[in-house]
């Protein structure tokens, strides 16, 4: 490994710093895109969906843009590939803005009447594409950038801007609420977040064309192929070779890790604000308040989580957190649905988040490693989406389920199984110690390929 290459901390050029600063920053507006609907939308549902609006409607918006994500996933890794990742993610972040504009614009029920909410799910769909192809572009491009000790703490600090997103917007919310009241919220209160949003994506992919450019990994790969590379007139490397090639056996391993994760995210996020709003002693106000002050603790334990795994090995770390889940994650949700204040909710959600879905912090390292560059992005936004796509039917299958198992008897199964997935798939991917770590991202994934 050269210095060239992958350059430490101390020489980390302009570039590379910018890169990184981009992913941190370009995935907390990532995620304010992802989670505006779970907060921000609820408060002014009846002005969208009229009278028949109901809590299947505010799940149907969530799970638009979770069912967009995998085909933008697939697309626009395999153009990143191809074309790089610095300009398949401004390309990808043009197409979140402009989605969110869109809905910020949407007319009321009472102007098109089922029509809002079709229109509005079209848009959530579209703008789920577009998020998947920045995070599969400018992800990658931040763990080509690292230094190999670094990439753990990098992909913590990354994945943490999720909960850190959720947090910003659940506060944003709650003062909202407080400063124009339900009525003038419902009307327009909540379309100036979106626009919030797209200024924010607008202001990202200005910083992208000024100051990011591709890893040289990247152009080391296109440009000048080792002895043992395919010949130029050979096809790169692409889906085939993920689904049934020689990589599936490191996709499918990370399509069964990241279904556990994407189960305990719309279990103990998704599942537990809708939970605490209908099943629970709290406050519509109170709601926001309880899940910020849990983003936040899981947003702290995940940014740790991705540097520990550095030191103990990313295998090791993911059996033992996909156990916690599965035994400490099914006892903290009942509780907290069922917690008698504000405080103890708020108390109760933070442990439960931390001990379930903090477990997200080494995974943009982990896919990175997985996947060498040829076919990184493709195989990061691939494992990273298609995987959500059973765990994203839960508005469909819940419900059907609760007869056999009980309303808090399913959601705890969804815990258990996606903490025993988290598991599973940890144990049947490589070590990846900390020995096995310190080397270029190409490095790695041949090591973990034998």
């Known amino acids: 490994m050269s210095a060239a290459t992958v350059p430490t901390a101390p020489t980390l050029p302009a570039e590379g710093r910018a890169a990184l600063r981009a992913g941190v920053v370009g995935n907390w507006i990532d995620n304010i895109h992802v989670f505006l609907p779970v907060t921000a939308l609820a408060p002014a549902m009846l002005v969208l969906a009229g009278p028949s609006a109901t809590a299947s409607t505010g799940a149907l918006i969530i799970v638009a843009m979770l069912l967009g994500r995998p085909v933008g996933g697939v697309v626009f890794g395999r153009i990143a590939d191809r074309l790089g990742r610095t300009r398949t993610t401004k390309v990808a972040i043009a197409g979140t803005a402009a989605c969110a504009l869109a ?3 949407v007319p009321t029920h009472e102007l098109l009447g089922p029509g809002t909410v079709a229109l509005v799910l079209i848009l959530r769909f579209l703008g789920g594409i577009f998020v998947a192809g920045e995070y599969s572009a400018a992800i990658p491009l931040a763990m080509e950038w690292s230094a190999p000790r670094r990439r753990g703490l990098m992909s913590g600090l990354i994945l943490s801007m999720a909960p850190w997103a959720q947090a910003s917007i659940a506060f944003a919310v709650a003062l909202l609420l407080a400063a124009l009241g339900p009525d003038h919220y419902a009307v327009w209160g909540w379309r100036a977040l979106f626009v919030l949003g797209a200024a924010l994506s607008i202001g990202m992919m200005l910083y992208y064309r000024r100051h990011v450019v591709d890893a040289p990994i990247l152009h080391r790969t296109t440009t000048a192929p080792a002895p043992t590379a395919p010949a130029p007139s050979a096809p790169r490397p692409g889906l085939r070779s993920l689904l049934a090639g020689g990589w599936a056996p490191a996709f499918w391993q990370a399509f069964v890790l990241m279904t556990g994760l994407w189960l305990l995210t719309d279990s103990t996020v998704l599942l537990l604000t809708a939970r605490l709003a209908t099943d629970s002693s709290l406050s519509p106000e109170a709601v926001p308040l309880a899940m910020g002050v849990a983003a936040i603790a899981q947003a702290l334990a995940m940014a ?22 599965a035994v400490l994650g099914p006892v903290l949700w009942w509780a907290a649905v069922h ?17 379930t879905v903090s477990a997200y912090g080494p995974i943009a390292a982990y896919l990175s490693e997985r996947f060498p560059a040829a076919v990184r992005s493709t195989g990061y936004g691939s494992a990273y989406s298609l995987s959500l796509v059973l765990p994203a039917l839960y508005p469909f299958y819940v419900p059907a389920l609760e007869p056999l198992l009980g309303r808090d008897g399913t959601v705890i199964g969804m815990v258990v199984l ?9 144990l049947l991917g490589p070590r990846l110690s900390p020995r096995d770590l310190d080397a ?3 490095t790695v994934a041949e090591r973990g390929r034998r």
């Open 304 to 325: 740790a989580a991705g540097h520990v795994s550095s030191l103990v090995g990313r295998r090791r770390l993911l059996v033992v957190w996909g156990a916690v889940a």
């Open 440 to 442: 270029d991202l190409d």
């Open 103 to 105: 809905i910020a614009a």
């Open 418 to 426: 996606g903490g025993a997935l988290v598991v599973l798939g940890a």
């Open 339 to 355: 917690a008698p204040t504000l405080a103890a909710a708020a108390l109760l959600a933070a442990l439960l988040q931390v001990a």
